[in-house]
């Protein structure tokens, strides 16, 4: 009998090592981008009270914790400078051992909003991005730039894990990664020499409402949140599920900032963007554990489109009006315009192919902003006053137009309207050196009361400033 005990015993132990429960968040493997100089969290699952111990290769020092009751772990591993030397780290804990290998440090940032961020450097059916087979073909960059991208999915209730990995850029694997991210890690890799990892997490017609709390939402009277109503709505326009099945695996993962493409399944909505953009903004935050708002948030202004049914309001230029809002109301927030990346065909068209342009002015934000390189341009000039110059001249002050503006004739998209409130094209305009003021003017309107640009669902301008930043839509009258 006590041979036949020891055996079960022995068998028991072997069982339970065979069935040991330490597990890494999918986030936490092999070829992962760990954010550089900062405490970089590493977590998981184990056994309920089970001791884990996270060891990086490149100080050898063990960072120990104990899983709580439901199993779950987490350590904050001190990072060093980023470069491309590959490290592993061996995580132990539950009787099992797991190697997270060729493990890169530099610099991470989160990609979310809708389809023009989710959009694939292969394209979308009968939407192209530019030049991307160049792109594709290209050399292999696996050290350079790594994507994690989340699939899409949906959920009525948080999640905590999900399905991808770590993939590092080469031509089987750009084809699929988000052309925007990809632009904006190239163009921050080109100028840091780092690492860039991207963690990419967006859904294709996703409102803000898609990417905010069940609590949140909740507050709001014109939300419908029965599961009734929720089914009956298109799938991309769901509210909170997004956020449950995408966005809350990923939530912690230590980052430098964030990057957001959306706007266009909020367009008729501009009432409610400021507010309800600020708070899902501040939530991520709260999250991410940013109580000083020391990430960055970084909007890209929806692109010139002709949304359907016409009318003669502009709901988008509404809509973008309030995407500027939004970044002077949340702090430590900026966009980039679009109103130049499109073509005339592209009218009906809500994926514009210059996706490299977007993510080289996003990455400019960056540069200048978040890593010391004050004199990269970064700012679009937007029109903050309008006063009369003469009887028929109506002068508008801009702002970051130090150097001036980069043409004075043959501008598309610039018109004044007189008393009648009937616009024309601007035939005259000319930016003065002192004040620093864009005037303008029309032969067929004699006595100009406001003038406005790039105003309406689709009207593309060329009006930028001299470090090439394009004019912001604006629509002001004479004060």
């Known amino acids: 009998m006590k041979r036949i005990f020891t055996v079960l015993a022995l068998a028991l132990c072997i069982s339970m090592v065979s069935e040991a429960k330490l597990v890494l968040s999918s986030l936490c493997s092999d070829s992962m981008v760990l954010q550089q100089n900062t405490e970089a969290k590493i977590w998981g699952t184990a056994s309920a009270g089970a001791q884990v111990t996270v060891t990086p290769s490149w100080n050898g020092k063990a960072c120990r914790c104990k899983a709580d009751s439901e199993g779950r772990w987490e350590v904050m591993v001190q990072t060093p ?24 440090v530099g610099e991470v940032w989160l990609a979310s909003g809708q389809s023009n961020m989710e959009m694939p450097m292969r394209g979308f059916y009968n939407c192209p991005v530019e030049n991307a087979a160049d792109y594709i073909a290209a ?3 696996r050290e350079k730039i790594r994507m994690f991208t989340v699939p899409i999915k949906q959920s009525y209730e948080p999640l905590t894990e999900v399905e991808s990995k770590w993939v590092g850029a080469d031509s089987e694997t750009v ?17 840091l020499d780092l690492p860039v990892g991207i963690v990419s997490c967006a859904y294709g017609g996703a409102r803000i409402e898609s990417w905010t709390p069940k609590e949140i939402l909740e507050t709001y009277p014109d939300e419908d949140l ?22 809350c695996p990923v939530m912690g993962y230590t980052i430098k900032g964030f990057i957001w493409y959306q706007g266009c399944s909020n367009v008729g909505k501009h009432e409610q963007f400021v507010e309800r953009m600020t708070n899902m903004v501040n939530h991520w935050r709260e999250c991410w554990d940013d109580k000083n708002a020391e990430l960055p948030f970084y909007m890209v202004e929806i692109a010139p489109y002709r949304y359907k049914p016409y009318s003669a309001v502009s709901y988008a230029s509404l809509l973008r009006q309030a995407q500027h809002e939004a970044a002077r109301n949340i702090p430590n927030s900026a966009i980039v315009v679009t109103n130049d990346l499109v073509e005339s065909y592209e009218q009906d068209n809500i994926h514009p192919a210059k996706k ?29 006053k309008c006063t009369r110059w003469s009887p028929s001249e109506l002068a508008v002050e801009l702002t ?10 043959e501008i598309e998209g610039l018109e004044v309207a007189g008393s009648e409130g009937i616009f024309y094209p601007v035939t005259y305009a000319y930016f003065e050196w002192n004040p620093k003021v864009l005037r303008v003017r029309s032969e067929f309107v004699p006595d ?10 689709f009207n593309p301008g060329n009006l930028k400033n001299c470090e090439g930043m394009p004019v912001a839509p604006f629509w002001i009258k004479v004060e």
């Open 139 to 141: 050399p292999p960059a």
């Open 226 to 247: 029965s599961r009734e109503k929720i089914e009956a709505t298109h799938h991309y326009t769901r509210p909170y599920l997004a956020y449950n099945a995408m966005l």
């Open 400 to 409: 970051n137009c130090w150097n001036g503006l980069s043409r004075w004739m």
């Open 81 to 104: 400078e980023g470069s491309y030397k590959a490290y592993d780290i061996v995580v132990k804990g539950d009787g099992s051992s797991v190697t997270i290998k060729d493990v890169l």
């Open 175 to 191: 084809s699929e990664m988000s052309a925007t991210a990809f632009f904006f890690a190239r163009e921050l890799n080109r100028v």
């Open 448 to 457: 100009p009361c406001e003038v406005r640009y790039g105003w309406g669902d």
């Open 356 to 384: 490299r342009e977007v993510g080289d002015r996003l990455a400019r934000l960056a540069l200048n902003r978040d890593y010391g390189m004050s004199k990269v341009a970064c700012y679009s000039p937007e029109a903050v």
